[in-house]
C-alpha cells in the first residue's frame, strides 16, 4: 500500500482536508485488512493476530520450542522491541503458543467479537511479553546469538550496539527507566 500525504506534496493544504484525509486514510487501511484477514484461510494454514501495545521494528523466533506432553501445542518464543514517542522503550522476549501438527480444529468455536470460527483446543494465540528490558530508545533490530541463543545484540537509535544475556534480567523492567546491557559495543558511525 502507497499512501502519500499531500500536505508534504501539495504544499500548504489546510488542516481540516488533512485531517478528513487521515480519517480517508484510517478508513482504507481498515478496509484493506478486513478484505485480507477475510481472505487468510484461503492463504495460510493458520493466522494469529495480536495487537501490540506499541509497534516493533523488529521480531525474531528464538530457536528454543517448548512441547507440552498431552497438550494439542508448543510454546515458541519470540524477540521483539518496542518504539515508543514518549515512554521508555523495552526489548521484548514474548512467547506465543502454537498448535502442533496434530491439533484438531474447533469448528463449533465462535469469537463474536472477532466475528471469526475456528479455534484449536486450549491454544491462547495471544503474545505473551514474559521478560521485559529497559532499553535506550526504540529498538531498530534485535538478533540473537546463533551459537547461544539466550544473548542478543539490539541496535539502537545513537551508534551503540547493546548485547543483553535476557536470563540475567529480571521479567519487569527496573522502573527508573535504567539501561543495564551486559556489553555496550561502539565503534559504529551511524545509527541503524
Same mark, same amino acid.
Request: hydrophobic share 30%; net charge negative.
Given at each position: 500500500?502507497?499512501?502519500?500525504?499531500?500536505?508534504?506534496?501539495?504544499?500548504?493544504?489546510?488542516?481540516?482536508?488533512?485531517?478528513?484525509?487521515?480519517?480517508?486514510?484510517?478508513?482504507?487501511? *481498515?478496509?484493506?485488512?478486513?478484505?485480507?484477514?477475510?481472505?487468510?484461510?484461503?492463504?495460510?494454514?493458520m493466522i494469529m493476530t495480536?495487537?501490540?501495545?506499541?509497534?516493533?521494528?523488529?521480531? #525474531?523466533?528464538?530457536?528454543?520450542?517448548?512441547?507440552?506432553?498431552?497438550? #494439542?501445542? /508448543?510454546?515458541?518464543?519470540?524477540?521483539?522491541?518496542?518504539?515508543?514517542?514518549?515512554?521508555?522503550n523495552h526489548l521484548l522476549?514474548? /512467547?506465543? #503458543?502454537?498448535?502442533?501438527?496434530?491439533?484438531?480444529?474447533?469448528?463449533?468455536?465462535?469469537?463474536?467479537?472477532?466475528?471469526?470460527?475456528?479455534?484449536?483446543?486450549?491454544?491462547?494465540?495471544?503474545?505473551?511479553?514474559?521478560?521485559?528490558?529497559?532499553?535506550?530508545?526504540?529498538?531498530?533490530?534485535?538478533?540473537?546469538?546463533?551459537? *547461544?541463543?539466550?544473548?542478543?545484540?539490539?541496535?539502537?537509535? /545513537?551508534?551503540?550496539?547493546?548485547?543483553?544475556?535476557?536470563?540475567?534480567?529480571? /521479567? #519487569?523492567?527496573?522502573?527508573?527507566?535504567?539501561?543495564?546491557?551486559?556489553?555496550?559495543?561502539?565503534?559504529?558511525?551511524?545509527?541503524?
Amino acid at each position: 500500500i502507497l499512501l502519500l500525504n499531500r500536505s508534504l506534496v501539495g504544499g500548504g493544504m489546510s488542516s481540516s482536508n488533512d485531517t478528513f484525509d487521515e480519517a480517508s486514510e484510517e478508513r482504507i487501511i *481498515n478496509e484493506e485488512y478486513k478484505i485480507w484477514k477475510k481472505n487468510t484461510p484461503f492463504l495460510y494454514d493458520m493466522i494469529m493476530t495480536h495487537a501490540l501495545e506499541w509497534p516493533s521494528l523488529t521480531a #525474531q523466533w528464538l530457536p528454543d520450542v517448548t512441547s507440552h506432553e498431552g497438550k #494439542q501445542y /508448543s510454546t515458541h518464543r519470540l524477540i521483539l522491541g518496542t518504539h515508543t514517542s514518549d515512554e521508555h522503550n523495552h526489548l521484548l522476549i514474548a /512467547s506465543v #503458543q502454537i498448535p502442533s501438527d496434530d491439533a484438531t480444529f474447533d469448528a463449533s468455536h465462535y469469537d463474536s467479537d472477532r466475528a471469526e470460527f475456528g479455534g484449536f483446543g486450549a491454544v491462547s494465540g495471544r503474545i505473551e511479553v514474559d521478560i521485559k528490558i529497559n532499553h535506550e530508545g526504540e529498538v531498530n533490530r534485535a538478533r540473537y546469538m546463533p551459537q *547461544n541463543s539466550k544473548i542478543i545484540a539490539t541496535k539502537t537509535p /545513537s551508534t551503540d550496539v547493546l548485547v543483553f544475556d535476557y536470563t540475567k534480567h529480571p /521479567s #519487569q523492567p527496573d522502573p527508573s527507566g535504567g539501561c543495564t546491557p551486559d556489553l555496550r559495543l561502539k565503534g559504529h558511525t551511524k545509527e541503524g
